[in-house]
């Protein structure tokens, strides 16, 4: 079918000014968009979209209008019916709020369908024959429009999203992502529009194709914009558009236009150029996906096994729990990134436990998580309501752990996820229970595909859960769960799983036996595992099965993932065993091992080592030894932070027995630091702090935001030698010119040492202070060598 | 939040944006051919990087306003708001409009600093920070390179640099007339009477919007 082109800067050559509301204009000058809309059918178009691309509440508001969304939208579906005659189709557009919907922006999800839904009514109320949701820039403000359409009516809906060059999304969705959760979710077309020409659109559609069930669309620029002679122009003539027509249709193209920069005679090119081209359709594919709003993951025999990460769930953890209940997501994001940095591809979510209301905590995570991670999640409840809040708002396609046999599941969770078209791990039990034998499941399996079917579910929308129990309990259970998933891939040709933990609960050393039922459930055809991919050699040996089942071509990732492992540094120190007693304590300060810094030096007591020639002879050399290294960059910031941190837990043993031995020795210089009036930056400053204690300063550390009298009296009170300030502002760094002078005028003779981001040498002889320091360490050697003379 | 019926602002509740690791490491000193690690530093520091980075919780704003007068070392918007800076002024000079941004990493990640460096953590604490910090910058590049996709089907692009009041001579007075406009209580920020953000990890910013020409 072929559509229009572009509306808005058509009418603009026919007088509509900018700045004001254009869909008010058309609806004060309606001969000027039925001539328009009228030339487009004259050129060919079987249908129009009604002048409503900017007629939601939001983008009417701006110009004042916002209560009158559905008068406008009817009305404006008139004025097109006028143009379309008997035979013509108008079709509602629909488009972006200017709003970011959740979780990127800040508009809720169910605010966005609500909006959605009112421009819908007005679009129905004027006659519109389908709808076109078109230059969607977010995944997720494209399935709040098409949800309040499928809920609002029967009729067909398109969506067509716009694809930067870099062929996503502006919040990063590729094209086959877009696809596969669309056409999912009851798209009855999906394609792009606008943003790239031609060229670049193919290659979307291109992508698309192997995946699409449904029709596809496009609806391309005619090229990019330019500015020339102060007009901004479209580098793309009718005729070079019009040649891009034939490879779109060959492409799979099945409803084409034009978007921003086209005209009725760029329609017309195409309609001459596509007349007898026929889109060459495929067979219907055949896939097993889900997707994040920025990935999709396929799952089969003929791809590496998939591993859904088991750790977001509270049962058994401490963390997680608390937080959840407090309302806080760390533990989730790192529990997340970390199962996907481990490799998981697909991140179970469970947020099931007593105290809190499940709907929330599960909508807090999911929206949390489809921003953090790109890994697609499998939404893990046995709440009806909580799955559908989840698979609601997420932004993809997601699957469900898990759909069973069980009545209430049947009856109630299978049409929920029909509805968002998500993927679902069947559970083989019913009413009755857990099948004892692999038998009794295959036909609990084939009667859940039957039923699935007609919801319109395909074998490739389900993976069976080989139901794995204990085998400590039943020794014949792992038996049963493997004949179960060799039966699902070589007779009933469905994707299977196992749930790796349960078949080890009470038996010792358990991930030996979660390991070894990962390769022997690989090798009876599991397509994927429900596991923790940070357990010890579970990868390895997913990796290594992968290569002896011949999903890893040409073992690549296994290669790859074993050429990567670290390599042990080229300067490794020997083993702590292998090193005598002092040099042990050496090698702590100076590896920043601070838990055993403080036995070793009471060890090297109890052997008769005095205090004095421990610090003078070990730590302070070790100590030393760290801020060359730092120098010299072999060392970076934290390693020099753990050198200093382990140093203070040795300062804290051996300072006391110090005392004792000479209790009249001179303490070293006193030094005031403080972070400047205004300034609340302090990290740098409490560094120096520690690292200047280490060497035995005495330390006062007035904190952060000091007022200048403060620091000159504490100064005078104590004596100070030394004033170190710091500051990271432009504007709070002259409070230190405050602090050096208030010093002198009150006749105090202290050296002021200064640092911080903002500041450098040149600053500190302006101001008058008698050094910069760069970092802790030179400050460390500046107060040294002051303190030496 | 003006008189001018182009500008209005876009939330982001969740950017995106985590930085690498190999930039936190290069923050904090890293150098690859010079730096020496053992593997258990290696993935201690990689636990709390993951754990810094599961800290922040990025959001941000953005703004789009008419410039309505340029001279040599101004700029002026609408409702009287102006930004007086040479460069500022030099690097909008070709610019119609003006991009405010504002990132923020959250309050959660400087608590957890702050938290580290009064246990003794002080190694945690920087490793912390640096995260913080990449984050920070890396939610003001979302948010350009995100704008620069909406604003490339208009023929405009935002200037290649963006600018931060406290820099060059740009007051950082202005602060307070970029959270003015952007309304960024909604993210959870206020200002300091010195004009700091809270949290610390926060970062405002101005870019200038261009036409594309040949």
């Known amino acids: ?789 | 939040m003006t008189s001018d019926t182009s500008s209005k602002i876009i939330y982001f509740d969740n950017i995106p944006a985590t930085p690498e690791k190999k930039s936190i490491m290069s923050r904090l000193g890293y150098r690859t051919r010079l730096t020496t690690l053992q593997p258990g530093d290696i993935s201690s520091m990689g636990e709390t990087i993951n754990l810094g980075l599961a800290l922040c919780r990025n959001r941000g704003a953005l703004g789009r306003l008419t410039i309505t007068d340029h001279s040599d070392d101004s700029i002026s918007l609408p409702d009287g708001n102006c930004f007086e800076d040479k460069q500022l002024a030099r690097l909008l000079r070709h610019s119609e409009e003006v991009l405010l941004m504002a990132g923020t990493t959250g309050s959660e990640i400087t608590t957890s600093i702050s938290r580290e460096m009064e246990e003794g953590n002080a190694s945690r604490a920087v490793i912390l920070d640096a995260v913080a910090s990449c984050s920070a910058d890396m939610i003001l590049d979302w948010l350009m390179e995100t704008f620069n996709k909406m604003i490339r089907k208009e023929g405009r692009k935002l200037t290649r640099r963006r600018f931060s009041p406290g820099f060059s001579e740009l007051s950082l007075n202005n602060q307070a007339v970029i959270f003015r406009l952007l309304g960024l209580e909604r993210l959870n920020l206020h200002l300091t009477d010195s004009m700091m953000l809270v949290p610390e990890k926060s970062v405002l910013a101005i870019a200038g919007i261009e036409r594309i020409t040949n």
């Open chain 1, 1 to 789: 079918m072929l559509l229009d082109g572009a509306t808005g800067t058509e009418l603009q050559k026919k007088g509509m000014p900018s700045g004001v509301s254009p869909e008010k204009w058309v609806l004060e000058n309606p001969d000027a968009l039925i001539a328009l809309q009228r030339e487009y059918f004259q050129a060919g178009s079987k249908a129009v979209l009604s002048f409503t691309f900017g007629g939601n509440h939001p983008k009417l508001d701006e110009y004042g209008l916002g209560d009158a969304v559905r008068e406008i939208n009817r009305s404006l579906v008139k004025v097109s019916r006028q143009a379309a005659g008997k035979d013509g189709l108008v079709a509602g557009d629909i488009s972006a709020t200017g709003r970011f919907v959740q979780p990127f922006g800040d508009l809720p999800f169910e605010a966005a369908v609500n909006i959605y839904k009112e421009q819908v009514a007005g679009l129905l109320e004027g006659g519109v024959d389908f709808f076109i949701i078109e230059t969607m820039i977010d995944l997720q403000e494209a399935r709040s429009a098409l949800l309040a359409v499928k809920e609002s009516c029967d009729l067909p809906v398109c969506v067509s999203i716009t694809f930067n060059e870099d062929g996503r999304t502006l919040t990063g969705t590729d094209p086959v992502s877009a696809l596969i959760a669309l056409q999912a979710l009851g798209a009855d077309a999906v394609g792009c529009n606008c943003s790239t020409g031609p060229q670049n659109m193919l290659k979307f559609v291109q992508a698309m194709r192997p995946f699409a069930k449904i029709p596809l669309l496009a609806k391309p620029n005619a090229g990019l914009p330019k500015l020339i002679d102060g007009c901004t122009v479209f580098d793309m003539d009718p005729e070079e558009f019009g040649k891009y027509g034939p490879k779109l249709v060959e492409a799979g193209v099945m409803l084409l236009g034009g978007c921003c920069g086209t005209s009725p005679s760029y329609i017309a090119r195409l309609e001459s150029n596509i007349k007898g081209i026929k889109p060459l359709l495929s067979k219907q594919p055949v896939f097993s996906a889900v997707t994040s709003i920025r990935k999709t993951v396929q799952i089969g025999p003929e791809f590496p096994v998939t591993i859904i990460g088991e750790r977001i769930n509270p049962t058994g953890k401490k963390t997680l729990p608390e937080e959840l209940r407090q309302g806080k997501t760390t533990e989730v994001r790192r529990l997340a990134m970390e199962q996907a940095a481990g490799g998981a591809q697909i991140l179970d979510v469970n947020v099931g436990m007593p105290g809190i209301s499940e709907v929330k905590k599960m909508t807090e995570v999911v929206e949390t998580l489809a921003t953090c991670v790109e890994t697609p999640l499998c939404i893990d409840s046995s709440s009806t309501e909580v799955i559908e809040a989840a698979l609601r708002i997420y932004p993809g396609r997601a699957l469900i752990n898990s759909i069973s046999a069980e009545k209430a599941k049947l009856e109630k969770l299978l049409p929920v996820a029909a509805k968002y078209g998500a993927m679902f791990i069947l559970l083989p039990l019913d009413d009755e229970g857990i099948p004892g034998t692999a038998l009794e499941r295959e036909a609990i399996v084939v009667k859940v595909c039957d039923i699935a079917g007609s919801y319109g579910y395909t074998k490739q929308d389900i993976i069976v859960d080989g139901l794995v129990m204990t085998v400590s309990a039943d020794q014949e259970a792992a038996k049963e769960t493997l004949k179960l998933i060799r039966w699902c891939s070589e007779e009933f040709q469905v994707n299977s799983l196992a749930g790796l933990s349960n078949v080890s609960f009470g038996l010792p050393d358990r991930g030996i036996i979660n390991n070894a039922f990962l390769a022997m459930a690989m090798g009876n055809g599991a397509t994927a595992v429900i596991a923790n991919p940070d357990s010890e050699d579970l990868m390895p040996i997913k990796m290594a099965s992968d290569v002896l089942t011949g999903k890893d071509k040409n073992s690549a990732k296994f290669i790859t993932s074993r050429t990567a492992k670290e390599k042990p540094s080229r300067e490794a120190r020997g083993s702590m065993e292998s090193r005598g007693l002092l040099e042990q304590i050496f090698d702590s300060i100076l590896s920043g091992n601070r838990e055993a810094i403080a036995p070793l030096l009471q060890k090297a007591l109890a052997e008769g080592h005095k205090p004095d020639s421990l610090m003078s002879q070990q730590l302070i050399p070790a100590i030393a030894r760290s801020g060359e290294l730092f120098d010299k960059r072999e060392y970076f910031l934290p390693q020099l932070i753990q050198s200093a941190e382990a140093m203070k837990a040795a300062v804290e043993v051996l300072e006391p027995l110090l005392k004792a031995d000479a209790p009249d020795a001179p303490a070293k210089a006193t030094i005031i630091l403080a972070t400047v009036k205004g300034d609340i930056h302090d990290i740098g400053k409490n560094i120096v702090a520690l690292m200047l204690r280490n060497y035995g300063f005495n330390v006062i550390d007035l904190g952060k935001d000091v007022d200048a009298p403060l620091i000159v009296d504490k100064a005078k009170e104590t004596g100070a030698e030394i004033i170190g300030l710091s500051a990271l502002m432009t504007t709070t760094m002259v409070q230190m010119k405050t602090v050096i002078d208030m010093t002198k005028t009150k006749g105090l003779r202290c050296k002021f040492l200064i640092g911080g981001a903002v500041v450098n040498q040149a600053y500190a002889d302006e101001i008058g202070a008698d050094a910069y320091a760069a970092d802790a360490q030179a400050a460390v050697k500046i107060a040294r060598e002051w303190s030496s003379k």
